[in-house]
T-cell receptor, first 112, second 114 residues
Framework: GENVEQHPSTLSVQEGDSAVIKCTYS??????FPWYKQELGKRPQLIID?????GEKKDQRIAVTLNKTAKHFSLHITETQPEDSAVYFC???????????FGPGTSLSVIP | NAGVTQTPKFQVLKTGQSMTLQCAQD?????MSWYRQDPGMGLRLIHY???????DQGEVPNGYNVSRSTTEDFPLRLLSAAPSQTSVYFC?????????????FGQGTRLTVV
């Protein structure tokens, strides 16, 4: 399985500001990088993912960038809103048969 | 389409008791897994399965057993509950494709061992 580190562990931003969460991985063969959002008391849900043949992917206010050389990928949230407050998890996989090990999570608080 | 269904949602056990957490999915997913999430902590993989009849250990397998007799079901058994197993348990499933796909999570089971 892959080893994923995630930073920061907690992040507090003012509403309207941007938030960036970074993950690093150890296995250069990893090629699938999902991000999950878990609101308080809820189940984790996929918000965006990226594959190794793409450097950046956007979905409205959310984007993910991938640097394969440096083995890190980042989640970018622009124009943050209070409903963005949640814990965010990243993962890195080589194949769908990999055991899915998540990063330790980042608790994001958006202050109105 | 129910997705991933976990039962029960809440459970209180006494130390030493055994129980089975149920997980069922109706999406014909090959890959299923169990995670535990302790307060303020991340998702730690307990066991996973890449298909019926195949299971393997995750990061924290001790004290838990699993089996996968059908594609749909992946029960998690606590053999002799301990207070350290107090946690929220999530089951997840996904398709098997080259490179990975979205994992769908159940609603979670909150287990307290006293």
């Amino acid at each position: 399985g892959e080893n994923v580190e995630q930073h920061p562990s907690t992040l507090s931003v003012q509403e309207g500001d941007s938030a960036v969460i970074k993950c690093t991985y150890s296995d250069s063969a990893s090629n699938y990088f999902p991000w999950y959002k878990q609101e308080l008391g809820k189940r984790p849900q996929l918000i965006i993912d990226i594959r190794s043949n793409v450097g950046e992917k956007k979905d409205q206010r959310i984007a993910v960038t991938l640097n394969k050389t440096a083995k890190h990928f980042s989640l970018h949230i622009t124009e943050t809103q209070p409903e963005d407050s949640a814990v965010y998890f990243c993962a890195a996989l080589k194949t769908s048969y990999d055991k899915v090990i998540f990063g330790p999570g980042t608790s994001l608080s958006v202050i109105p | 389409n129910a997705g991933v269904t976990q039962t029960p949602k809440f459970q209180v056990l006494k130390t030493g008791q055994s129980m089975t957490l149920q997980c069922a999915q109706d999406m014909n997913h090959e890959y299923m897994s169990w995670y535990r999430q302790d307060p303020g902590m991340g998702l730690r993989l307990i066991h996973y399965s890449v298909g019926a009849g195949i299971t393997d250990q995750g990061e924290v397998p001790n004290g838990y057993n699993v089996s996968r007799s059908t594609t749909e079901d992946f029960p998690l058994r606590l053999l002799s509950a301990a207070p350290s197993q107090t946690s929220v348990y999530f089951c997840a499933s996904s398709y098997q494709t080259l490179g990975g796909t979205e994992a769908f999570f159940g609603q979670g089971t909150r287990l307290t061992v006293v």
